[in-house]
Every structure is written in structure tokens, then in C-alpha cells.
């Protein structure tokens, strides 16, 4: 799943996802899959076809080699074709999942 690091000012460095990694998520009325981009403890960002406002907040299921992680996100940022969302939340259950991603 992992490629490479991605440089940024973020506090958390998100890391390229290699092949084909998705999500289903669910936007208020939208629900979509969308190929995952990068990812960290702290946010994702998803290539996405619908428009999404900032602040709106999302949920995600996704399923990688480790198992289904399910998580809460809010919208950071939309620019053309691309979501970038901070988790507000990760089920307790997945949280151990996720960081061994």
C-alpha cells in the first residue's frame, strides 16, 4: 500500500498510496468509491468526481490488506477532483488497523 513520503507543512506526513487503494464514502445524500491519494494518522485525500464543501463531514470505509477501517472525516479542502479530508474519528476497534498502514 505504501510508495513514498510526500513533503509538507502538515503536522503528520501523508504518504503516497501504491496500486489501488479506495474508499466508500458517504457525504451527507452523496455516496461514492474514490481512489485513495495519500494518507496519514491524520487526513486523506481522495480523487473525487462530485463537489463537497469544506467543513461538511464525511464517513469512510475502507478495506486494505489489514483488515475494513471505518472512519469520520471533515472536509478540509476541495479543489478540482480532489478531497482533502481530516479524520475526526477512527472506530476504536480499527484504530490498530490503521496504524499498520
Not at 68 to 87: H, N, P, Y
Request: charged share 30%.
Amino acid at each position: 500500500m505504501i510508495n513514498s513520503v510526500t513533503p509538507c507543512r502538515r503536522l503528520r506526513t501523508r504518504i503516497e498510496t501504491q496500486g489501488e487503494v479506495w474508499a466508500y464514502w458517504q457525504c451527507g445524500r452523496r455516496e461514492d468509491v474514490s481512489r485513495v491519494r495519500n494518507v496519514s494518522t491524520g487526513g486523506m485525500l481522495l480523487e473525487i468526481e462530485a463537489t463537497t464543501r469544506e467543513g461538511q463531514t464525511a464517513n469512510l470505509h475502507f478495506l486494505v490488506q489489514e483488515g475494513a477501517i471505518q472512519a469520520d472525516a471533515v472536509v478540509r479542502r476541495f479543489t478540482a477532483g480532489e478531497d482533502s479530508l481530516k479524520f475526526v474519528a477512527i472506530e476504536k476497534e480499527c484504530g490498530r488497523q490503521f496504524a499498520e498502514c
